[in-house]
């Protein structure tokens, strides 16, 4: 255009251009966060959803037992009358026991297993330095001797921090295998996805943080990347052991507790047993190895064992993750009146199993649970949540025909992993290391239960049931309490309440 010519304003075109352009800037940043914000819902969405890796979400066969070849074991911590603190303690020596007994594999796999002790005092037990010590010495004493471990990365918290533990075994020939929690579906998604797209890549750097470790109160400090892997809020978190005999039999043990010296005092409880059933376990761990990179291998096998009577024998199944779930819904949707179910754990969250509880309780079947009150983490207080809240609810809701004590815990936790349903003569039990939560039982982290399936009248029935109505009725010397009434821990808050039912839906919890 002529400059010359009338009317010609050089600014009033510039100006026009930058109109025009300010449209489709903002037209392209909204593109760009519209963009965005589908990749992550499709990141999230997927990585919720995908389908459970080799190894996971087992339900294995049923397999019938002779009664003598399974053992019902627990540990308890109380005070006795004079406020002492008293121990019963069985389930570790089992460990060390299979240990020292292995001919050709063992094949063991635990959640935690350090040292650490977060702010509490000394450990009742120094577990994880027994068992490091005994892995060892058995693969010196048996050279050919195939171990391989499975664990956590909260272990080495996430990479910042190695484990001398951990190295130890490695020196020994000992094979560790660090579970690639990546590979397991996100519990919590909003945060998971991003981690996923921007986070994952960068891997870790030991020895180089300088953020507090929030599981110890030691000067080592943690990098960030292990702060950002923790929010993931996913884990391996089971805890069993496998070996062979010299009599050829293959002995397992599924169990609540961790080798862990902070987790020393806690209760908890074991199943032990003998039998073919421990190759379902075998093949699912070897699973959870081989997508965590190790390419090894083991060969178990175990002889036939003979028929077992149909009157008296012991009914096991190997279930995993969301089959521990869905086996227990069955069982308690199936209970009727005159039935009953009993419960001791230490979370209780999942809204299912809640659902599932309020429902029983209509048909008049007898609910009595046994709950940690959510207050001691390792020298550190909680809230009580998700417990408390939960336990309000179902109190409540139910009109007081669920019946809920509570723990009397002192410092430790009622770790407890323990459910039994009683169908007429029949007892239906799951027991290992699953919580009732929805990370738990909802096929996010990794879990191993038995489920058990026996007459009432059989000694392995009446231990479990005696066990619970010890604690339920606080049957000792005159004095001792195991639990305590509903009031104590009673918790009408409305916040808590809704605290609690937003961190199980969402994912944003560490139960």
């Known amino acids: 255009m002529d400059p010359h010519r009338v009317g010609y304003n050089p600014q009033r075109m510039d100006n026009n251009n930058e109109t025009e352009v300010a449209p489709r800037r903002r037209f392209r940043k909204r593109w760009v966060l519209w963009g965005f914000g589908l990749l992550w819902a499709a990141v999230g969405a997927w990585n919720t959803i995908r389908p459970m890796p ?11 037992l002779d009664p003598q070849n399974v053992q019902f074991l627990t540990d308890l911590t109380y005070n006795d009358p004079r406020g ?22 063992i094949v063991a796999d635990f959640f935690l297993f350090n040292d650490l002790m977060g702010a509490a005092e000394a450990p009742h037990r120094a577990l994880s330095r027994e068992l490091a010590d005994r892995l060892i010495a058995r693969k010196a004493a048996m050279p050919e001797l195939t171990v391989l471990l499975i664990t956590d990365p909260i272990n080495d918290v996430y990479g910042s921090v190695p484990s001398p533990l951990l190295d130890d075994l490695r020196r020994a020939g000992i094979q560790v295998v660090v579970t690639d929690l990546r590979e397991l579906p996100d519990s919590n998604p909003a945060y998971s996805a991003l981690w996923r797209l921007f986070g994952q890549w960068f891997g870790n750097s030991p020895g180089a943080g300088s953020l507090p470790n929030p599981f110890d109160t030691e000067p080592a400090k ?24 010299a009599d050829a039999q293959l002995v ?31 093949t699912s761990e070897l699973g959870i190895a081989r997508f965590s990179g190790w390419n090894g291998h083991i060969l178990a096998a175990a002889p036939e064992a003979p028929p077992a009577d149909p009157t008296k024998a012991v009914q096991l199944a190997y279930v995993t993750e ?41 048909r008049n079947v007898t609910v009595q649970l046994i709950l940690d009150p959510n207050r001691d983490a390792f020298g550190r207080q909680k809230d009580g949540v998700p417990n408390r809240p939960v336990a309000n609810e179902l109190v409540t809701q139910s009109g007081e025909r669920i019946q809920v004590r509570w723990y009397r815990t002192h410092g430790e936790q009622f770790h407890t992993k323990l459910a039994l349903i009683t169908h007429g003569d029949r007892l239906i039990a799951s027991l290992g290391s699953a919580n009732l939560t929805r990370r738990n039982i909802g096929n996010y982290n990794l879990e191993a239960n038995v489920a058990v399936a026996v007459s009432r009248q059989s000694p392995l029935a009446t231990q ?43 994912g944003l919890s560490t139960f």
Request: hydrophobic share 40%.
């Open 322 to 362: 969301k089959a521990i779930r869905d086996h227990l819904l069955d069982a308690i949707d199936t209970s009727r009146n005159g039935d009953s179910i009993r419960i001791a754990t230490f979370y209780l969250a999942d809204r299912g199993i809640v659902s599932g509880l309020l429902r029983a309780a209509q």
């Open 464 to 506: 479990m049931e005696a066990y619970f109505d010890r604690l339920w009725n606080n049957q000792g010397p005159p004095g001792t309490e195991f639990t305590a009434s509903f009031g104590a821990y009673q918790d009408t808050g409305r916040t808590r309440y809704w605290r609690y039912r937003f961190m199980e839906a969402t």
């Open 54 to 64: 080799p190894g996971t979400a087992v339900r294995s066969a049923p397999a019938m």
């Open 252 to 282: 397992a043990l599924v169990t609540s507790v961790n080798p862990h010296d902070g987790s020393s005092g806690h209760s908890n409880v074991a199943l032990r047993f003998v039998g073919a059933l421990a190759l379902d376990m075998v």
């Open 84 to 105: 002492g603190t008293l121990h019963e303690h069985r389930i570790f020596d089992e460990v060390l026991h299979i240990v020292d007994e292995a001919e050709t594999f």
């Open 222 to 245: 943690i990098s960030l990347r292990s702060w950002l892997a923790l929010l993931n809020f996913k884990a391996n978190h089971r805890k069993l052991i496998v070996a062979d005999r």
